[in-house]
C-alpha cells in the first residue's frame, strides 16, 4: 500500500466521535454495555456490504482485509500485514494522538505461531479495558479464512460475553461530513447519467422499433455502461461500481424489492420500473423510476398522487423528526387523499444509506423511533403494487405497480433536498405512441366535370374543416376555462387560513428621556434647533420645546414676504395620502394629529445684534433639509433590502478551466457608466467580475430562466437571467440580470459617404459576419460547458423567432418572442418576462375590426400582483397569438373595452368567494353561459348542405321559403344540364314563369299587409296604455 496516504483529520474527527458515542452510550444500543470494541475484516468475495468493512473505509478511506481493530478504553489495537501496518503508522504518530485520540499500538502479523503471541496480547488490552468482560461486535459480520478463525477462537476461548454494536455505530456514521455529501452526490450524478443516457435511451430506440430485448439483457447493458466515457463523463471508472444489479420490470411482474433479480422475460410495453443505483469510492446512491408506454388516464392519476406523496414526506423528513413519524404521514396523506390506495402501500418507505446500501436500524416504517438528523443521506422509495388496469387486456396489461425512489439529504429547518435531481413528472416518464388510422375516409368525387356540383363539394369540405379547428379550439378554451376556475377555488381555499398582514407605519422615537435631549442654546432661547445625532427638529410650540422626528415631516417650505421671512412646516397625518395607492397605517389613528405648523420671523436686524432674527429659520430649513435627504436615503435603502432572500454561499472552482465569457457588459449597470467584466461559471453559480473588481453572484438554484438570445437579426448576443428571488447590488434589488455585448455598430455616421462597391464597407461587413459567428460559437461552447457543469440544474432556452409578435409593453414598440416556459423581450431594457406557469388568464382588449391594433393583458395566479399590459398588437396577429396561447394550456378571452383592472382586481381580492360564486371569470366572454350555446346552435342550423335532409317537424315560413327557393334553384340547374347533355327535353315556358312570379308577389304582398295591421295594433294598444297612466 506505498504511495497511499490517509486523511488524518478525517480519522482523528471520525475515531473521536466514535469514542464520544461509546462515553455517552446508555447501554441500549449495545455501545454502552461494552468494555472493548473489536472488529475483524476478512476476504470474501461473496459479501459486498458488511459492518466492519464500512467502519474501515469510513476511518480510513479503504478496506483493510485480513487485519484485526480492537478499541479500548485508553488504547487503540491493530493487528495486520506488514504493509498494512505501514500504512497505518500515518495515524499511529505522537502528534495525532494529541488530537483526543488514544494511544495507537501496532502489531504485525507472523505467521510462525499462527498469530497466537498477537491474539494474546490483544485479549490481555481487552481484559485491562474497562471491567474486561464484554466486548462489542458486529454480529452478522463472519468472514472465512484460517486468520479469521484463530481469532474467533482465541475470543472464545477467553469466554467474553458479547454485544452487538451494528445499530449504535450505523447512528454513528449516518451523519454525513461535507466530503461524504460530496462524493454521494457524484454518485447521484452518475446515477442519473446512466439511467438518462443508458437506460431511457435504449427504452425509447426499442420501443421505437418495436425490438424484443429480455429484462436481464438492458440490466447487463447499464452495467457495461459504467466502463462508457460518454455515459459516466470525467468520472473515473476506477472508482465506479454497482451497488446492487439493475432491476427491469415490467409485463405484471413486479417485486418493490431491491433484493430482487432481473429475470428473463421480455421487456412488454406498458409500465416498466427501473431501479439502478451507482457506488462512487464505496458511497451509494439510488434511484428508480416508473416509465409508461401509453399510459391510461387513471395510471397517470396515480402517478401524480405518487409524485404529491414523494413531496410530502420529503416535507416531513427534516432534522429532528422520529422515523415512524415520516412513515406515518405518509399513511395518513394516503388515507386522506386515495384510501382505496393504502393497502398497496408499500412497508416502509426509504432507509439510511452511505457506504452500505441499506442501514437496516434506519428504515422509514412503523417501527423505528430514533430521529432523523441534519447530513443523513436517505434513499427515499414509495410505490403501490398490485394495482389493476381496467381496460388492460391479460395479465400483462391489467396489473401493474408505480415505484420511484431518490437519494436525499436531510435538513435543518427545511424539506429534504434531493440529490438525484431527475425529471419525474408523467410527460417526463412517459412514451405516448400515436395510432395511425385504420381506415381513412375516400372523398367520392363527382361525374360531372361542368357545372356548380364540384365547385360546391370543395366549399363545403373546406368550411368543414375550419369549423372543425375553430371547434377544437373553443372546446379546448372551455375545458380550461372550467381547470382555471377549480385551480383558483382551491388555491383561494388554501390561502384562506392565511392571515393578510397590516403593515403599520413604523414609529420613530426622538428621545426615550429628557436627559437625551442636548443643551442647545437655540432651544433655551426658543428658536428652532436641529438634533442631526437622533434626526430631530425641535420647535417652540406655545414656549415649550417639542420634539419632533424627521420621519413625522412630510415637508417644508420657505417664503419672503416683505420684512418677514415665513417658514411652513407640514407633517405626516391620516388622510395626508388620499388618492395613493397608500395602505400604511398609524399606531393611534384616533389621535390628534399636528398638521401644519408655520413660524414668522423679521427681516429687519435690530441695532447691536449680528443678524436679523430670521437666520434662524433659513439655516433650520437647510439643516432640516439636509437631515431629510439622509433619512429618506437610508429609508429607501432599507426598502430594498426587505424581502430580500439571503442566497447560498458561492462554491467558487478553483480549476483555470471553468466556463468564461471575457468583455461582456451587465444590465443594470453596477456604475453610471457600462463597464465590462468577465462572466464565470462555479460549482453551484456564476461570479461576474467587473474591470473595476466589482462581483456579482447568481447562483444555479435562485435562476428561474436562463435566456440565450442569439445576435440573429439583431444587434446585441446576450445571457438573459430571471431569478426567483430578488439579489442585491448597487443599493438596488434586481430580478432580471442579463450579461451581453455588442456585434456590430449601434449607430452610423450618416454624414459619410457610403458607395456599395466601397472596399472597406465590403470589408467591415465581412468582419461584422465574422464576429457574429465567432461570438455565437463561444456563447454556444459556453452553455454547454455550464449545463454539463450543473449536472443538468442549469438548462437554457431560446426565444422561438416565428412565432414572435409585435407589441408595446413598456414605451417602445419591441418583437416579442415565447420560449417553451416564457414570453420575453429581453434586447431593449427594462425587460419583459413573464412565466408562463404563473399566468391564468390573458385578454384581449379593444378588438374590433375597424381597430388596426388591440392589447393583450395578462391576469396573474397570484391576483395580489399587477397585471401585465402589452399594448399595440397587430389585428392580423390575432389568430397566431390565440393558437399559441391555445397550444400552451392558457385561458383566454376578448372584449371590445379597455378595462379598469386596478378595481377589478381589488374587487376579486375583497371577496373572491362571491366572485367565482358568480361565474369567476364569464363575465370577460362575450361567448359565455347559454348565450353561447344558442349562438353555436344558430350558426349550425344557418349551415345547411342540399344533401341533408331536414327533420324537424316545425319550420317557419322564411325557412320554407328558402328550401323551397334551393330546391328549386337545384332543379332548374339540373334540368340545365340534362338538356345540355341529351337536349331532347326542355325547361319552363315563359307563361309558367311569369305564373310563379305573380304567385310569389302574391304571397309577399299579403306578408307586407299582415305585418303593417300588427305593427297599427301594437301602436294603439301603447297609446291606450299611456292614456290610462295619465288619467290615473
Same mark, same amino acid.
Given at each position: 500500500m506505498a504511495g497511499i496516504s490517509v486523511d488524518k483529520d478525517a480519522f482523528c474527527r471520525r475515531m473521536t466521535s466514535l469514542y464520544q458515542a461509546w462515553k455517552n452510550g446508555d447501554g441500549g444500543n449495545g455501545l454502552g454495555k461494552a468494555d472493548a470494541l473489536v472488529t475483524a475484516v476478512g476476504v470474501d468475495e461473496e459479501t459486498v456490504y458488511a459492518k466492519s468493512t464500512a467502519l474501515q473505509t469510513w476511518l480510513f478511506g479503504y478496506e483493510l482485509t485480513d487485519t484485526v481493530m480492537v478499541l479500548c478504553e485508553n488504547n487503540i489495537y491493530f493487528l495486520a500485514s506488514k504493509k498494512k501496518v505501514e500504512f497505518l503508522k500515518q495515524v499511529a504518530s505522537e502528534k495525532e494522538n494529541q488530537e483526543g485520540v488514544p494511544a495507537i499500538t501496532l502489531f504485525i502479523r507472523d505467521k510462525s505461531d499462527g498469530n497466537k503471541a498477537n491474539f494474546a496480547k490483544l485479549i490481555e488490552a481487552i481484559k485491562d479495558s474497562k471491567e474486561g468482560k464484554t466486548i462489542g461486535v458486529f454480529r452478522k459480520d463472519n468472514f472465512p479464512g484460517d486468520f479469521m478463525d484463530g481469532w474467533r477462537k482465541a475470543l472464545a476461548d477467553s469466554e467474553f460475553e458479547k454485544v452487538d454494536i451494528s445499530s449504535a455505530v450505523a447512528k454513528v456514521m449516518a451523519v454525513k461530513e461535507e466530503k461524504e455529501i460530496d462524493l454521494i452526490k457524484k454518485a447521484c450524478q452518475t446515477t442519473c447519467d446512466v439511467f438518462n443516457k443508458q437506460f431511457k435511451e435504449e427504452l425509447m430506440e426499442v420501443v421505437d422499433a418495436d425490438k424484443k430485448i429480455r429484462h436481464n439483457k438492458m440490466a447487463e447493458n447499464i452495467e457495461a455502461s459504467l466502463e462508457n466515457k460518454k455515459i459516466v463523463g470525467n468520472v473515473d471508472s476506477n472508482f465506479l461500481d454497482m451497488c446492487y444489479p439493475p432491476i427491469i420490470q415490467s409485463g405484471g411482474i413486479y417485486n418493490l424489492k431491491f433484493s430482487v433479480v432481473s429475470d428473463q422475460n421480455k421487456l412488454h410495453f406498458g409500465t416498466i420500473i427501473c431501479a439502478l443505483g451507482v457506488r462512487y469510492k464505496s458511497y451509494c446512491s439510488n434511484v428508480v423510476r416508473t416509465m409508461f408506454v401509453d399510459p391510461s388516464d387513471e395510471q397517470q392519476s396515480n402517478y401524480n398522487f405518487l409524485?404529491? +406523496?414523494?413531496?410530502?414526506?420529503?416535507?416531513?423528513? #427534516? !432534522? $429532528? %423528526?422520529?422515523?415512524s413519524s415520516v412513515y406515518a404521514t405518509a399513511v395518513d396523506y394516503v388515507k386522506k387523499n386515495k384510501p382505496e390506495l393504502l393497502k398497496n402501500l408499500t412497508k416502509n418507505i426509504g432507509f439510511v444509506m452511505g457506504i452500505e446500501f441499506r442501514e437496516g436500524s434506519l428504515v422509514l416504517n412503523t417501527k423505528t423511533d430514533l430521529k432523523a438528523s441534519k447530513g443523513m443521506v436517505f434513499n427515499i422509495n414509495i410505490g403501490f403494487s398490485n394495482l389493476t388496469r381496467k381496460e388492460g387486456k391479460g395479465d400483462q396489461e391489467k396489473k401493474y405497480a408505480l415505484f420511484i425512489g431518490d437519494t436525499v439529504l436531510v435538513n435543518e429547518n427545511q424539506p429534504a433536498t434531493v440529490l438525484t435531481q431527475m425529471k419525474k413528472k408523467i410527460k417526463h416518464v412517459g412514451i405516448f405512441l400515436k395510432e395511425d388510422d385504420d381506415e381513412e375516409e375516400e372523398i367520392e368525387q363527382p361525374d360531372?366535370?361542368? $357545372?356548380? $356540383?364540384? &365547385? *360546391? @363539394?370543395?366549399l363545403e369540405s373546406k368550411l368543414r374543416t375550419d369549423i372543425s379547428t375553430e371547434d377544437k379550439r373553443k372546446s379546448h378554451q372551455k375545458e380550461?376555462? %372550467?381547470q382555471m376556475n377549480n385551480e383558483a377555488k382551491e388555491r383561494l381555499a388554501q390561502a384562506k387560513s392565511d392571515k393578510t398582514k397590516v403593515k403599520a407605519k413604523k414609529s420613530n422615537i426622538s428621545y426615550k428621556n429628557v436627559a437625551q435631549m442636548p443643551?442647545?442654546?437655540?432651544?433655551? @432661547?426658543?428658536?428652532? @434647533?436641529?438634533?442631526?445625532?437622533?434626526e430631530t427638529v425641535i420647535l417652540p410650540v406655545f414656549t415649550i420645546p417639542t420634539p419632533y422626528h424627521i420621519s413625522t415631516i412630510k415637508n417644508i417650505s420657505q417664503s419672503v414676504e416683505g420684512d418677514y421671512t415665513y417658514l411652513r412646516i407640514n407633517f405626516h397625518h391620516p388622510g395626508s395620502s388620499v388618492g395613493r395607492l397608500d395602505t400604511v397605517t398609524f399606531p393611534n389613528p384616533d389621535a390628534i394629529f399636528v398638521k401644519e405648523v408655520t413660524y414668522r420671523s423679521s427681516n429687519t436686524k435690530a441695532p447691536g445684534e449680528s443678524s436679523a432674527p430670521a437666520a434662524n429659520l433659513n439655516t433650520a430649513f437647510r439643516l432640516i433639509k439636509d437631515v431629510q435627504k439622509k433619512f429618506k436615503t437610508r429609508e429607501a435603502e432599507m426598502r430594498e433590502k426587505e424581502g430580500i432572500v439571503k442566497q447560498d %454561499?458561492?462554491?467558487?472552482?478553483?480549476? &483555470?478551466?471553468?466556463?468564461k465569457l471575457k468583455d461582456l457588459y451587465i444590465r443594470p449597470n453596477i456604475t453610471h457608466k457600462r463597464i465590462q467584466g468577465t462572466l464565470e461559471a462555479h460549482t453551484n453559480g456564476f461570479r461576474y467580475t467587473s474591470v473595476r473588481g466589482d462581483k456579482v453572484d447568481i447562483l444555479y438554484n435562485n435562476i428561474q430562466h436562463a435566456i440565450f438570445q442569439p445576435c440573429d437579426n439583431e444587434m446585441v448576443i446576450l445571457l438573459h437571467f430571471h431569478l426567483k428571488n430578488a439579489i442585491l447590488f448597487a443599493n438596488k434589488r434586481h430580478v432580471d440580470i442579463q450579461f451581453y455585448t455588442e456585434v456590430g455598430e449601434i449607430t452610423t455616421d450618416l454624414l459619410k459617404h457610403h458607395n456599395i462597391h466601397d472596399r472597406d464597407d465590403i470589408r467591415s461587413e465581412q468582419h461584422e459576419r465574422e464576429l457574429r459567428h465567432k461570438l455565437k460559437s463561444a456563447f454556444k461552447n459556453f452553455i454547454e460547458k455550464v449545463e454539463n457543469l450543473s449536472k443538468g440544474e442549469m438548462e437554457f432556452e431560446s426565444p422561438f423567432r416565428d412565432l414572435g409578435f409585435f407589441g408595446v409593453p413598456h414605451r417602445s414598440t419591441v418583437l416579442l418572442q415565447p420560449t417553451s416556459s416564457c414570453l420575453l423581450c429581453v434586447i431593449e431594457?427594462?425587460?419583459? #418576462?413573464? %412565466?408562463?406557469? !404563473? #399566468?391564468?388568464? #390573458?385578454?384581449?382588449?379593444?378588438? =374590433?375590426?375597424?381597430?388596426?391594433?388591440?392589447?393583450?393583458?395578462?391576469?396573474? *395566479? !397570484?391576483? =395580489?400582483? *399587477?397585471? @401585465?399590459?402589452?399594448? =399595440?398588437?397587430?389585428?392580423?396577429? +390575432?389568430d397566431q397569438v390565440k393558437d399559441w396561447l391555445n397550444s400552451c394550456d392558457i385561458k383566454y378571452t376578448e372584449g371590445v373595452q379597455s378595462l379598469n383592472w386596478t378595481k377589478i382586481m381589488r374587487t376579486i381580492i375583497d371577496d373572491p368567494e362571491g366572485f367565482f360564486e358568480n361565474g369567476g371569470w364569464t363575465f370577460l366572454d362575450p361567448e359565455s353561459s347559454g348565450d353561447e350555446d344558442d349562438s353555436d346552435e344558430e350558426g349550425e342550423d344557418s349551415y345547411m348542405p342540399t344533401d341533408v335532409e331536414d327533420n324537424s317537424e316545425e319550420t317557419t315560413d322564411s325557412e320554407f321559403d328558402e328550401e323551397s327557393a334551393e330546391s328549386e334553384f337545384e332543379e332548374s340547374d339540373e334540368s340545365g344540364e340534362e338538356e345540355l347533355s341529351s337536349g331532347e327535353e326542355s325547361g319552363k315556358d315563359w307563361d309558367e314563369l311569369e305564373k310563379i312570379a305573380a304567385h310569389d308577389d302574391q304571397q309577399k304582398r299579403e306578408q307586407d299587409e299582415e305585418e303593417q295591421t300588427l305593427s297599427r295594433k301594437r301602436k294603439q294598444k301603447s297609446q291606450g296604455g299611456s =292614456? *290610462?297612466?295619465r288619467k290615473r
Open positions: 409524485l404529491t +406523496l414523494e413531496e410530502e414526506i420529503l416535507k416531513t423528513l #427534516v !432534522d $429532528g %423528526t422520529k422515523l360531372q366535370l361542368l $357545372g356548380r $356540383g364540384m &365547385r *360546391k @363539394a370543395v380550461l376555462a %372550467t443643551k442647545d442654546p437655540d432651544i433655551h @432661547a426658543l428658536r428652532i @434647533a436641529i438634533d442631526k445625532k437622533y %454561499t458561492l462554491m467558487i472552482n478553483p480549476n &483555470r478551466g471553468n466556463p431594457w427594462p425587460t419583459f #418576462v413573464i %412565466t408562463l406557469e !404563473d #399566468v391564468e388568464l #390573458v385578454h384581449f382588449e379593444r378588438v =374590433s375590426f375597424h381597430i388596426k391594433n388591440f392589447d393583450m393583458v395578462f391576469i396573474f *395566479k !397570484d391576483y =395580489s400582483r *399587477k397585471v @401585465a399590459t402589452v399594448n =399595440s398588437v397587430p389585428m392580423n396577429l +390575432l =292614456s *290610462k297612466k
